[in-house]
Each structure stands twice: as C-alpha cells, then as structure tokens.
Nanobody, 114 residues
Framework: QVQLVESGGGLVEVGGSLRLSCTSP????????MDWSRQTPGKKRELVAS???????RYADSVKGRFTISRDDAANLLILHMDSLKVEDTGDYYC????????WGPGTRVTVSS
C-alpha cells in the first residue's frame, strides 16, 4: 500500500513562488511514475505535471514555463516548484501515482492572492 503525503502549500501573492513536496513513508515513490494534479474552484481536477521513472516530464499548457516537476531520490521526494504564480493557480494540489485509481495524497492547499 502506498500512502502519499503532500506539504508546502500556503498563501502567496501573485508572482510569488512555492515548492510542494510529496513523500511516501515506507515506499520508494521515486521508483514510480508520478504526477501532480490540482482541484481549482469550480473546475474539474486537472493534471498539472508528470514525471516518469526515466525522468520524462510533461506539463499542462497552463503551467508550462512556470512549474517544474522533479525528484529528490535521496530524500524520496516528489517536488513541484511553482514560479510566477497566478490567482488561477489557487486550489488543492495532489500527489498521485500515475495510472492508479487509489493512490492519491490528501492534498495541500495553495492560495494565490492579488
């Protein structure tokens, strides 16, 4: 069983940056294909960024050039670095094992204020 725990959310002003982290106690998530999704107010959950075990990354058009997904293998972390944040980036961000219907974290809230 894989338990995912996100951290790093918070309140930031427009144009600011945040670094989200995800870890899984007892499981090497760095050996899995992983992604970050988000639930923004009034919208369906959307895929934000993904990274495979071979380090192939993909991004939603809305975050390209602003967000970076990466791994810290030594710390067993999945990271989402978010720059140039916009109000529309506000939402709950979830760490997820790609392709899994059940392995989601509880989420971390990001609020971008103007």
């Amino acid at each position: 069983q894989v338990q995912l725990v996100e951290s790093g959310g918070g309140l930031v002003e427009v144009g600011g940056s945040l670094r989200l982290s995800c870890t899984s106690p007892g499981t090497m998530i760095t050996l899995r294909d992983m992604d970050w999704s988000r639930q923004t107010p009034g919208k369906k959950r959307e895929l934000v960024a993904s990274i495979t075990r071979s380090e192939t990354t993909r991004y939603a058009d809305s975050v390209k050039g602003r967000f970076t997904i990466s791994r810290d293998d030594a710390a067993n972390l999945l990271i989402l670095h978010m720059d140039s944040l916009k109000v529309e980036d506000t939402g709950d961000y979830y760490c997820h094992v790609m392709g899994s219907p059940i392995y989601w974290g509880p989420g971390t809230r990001v609020t971008v204020s103007s």
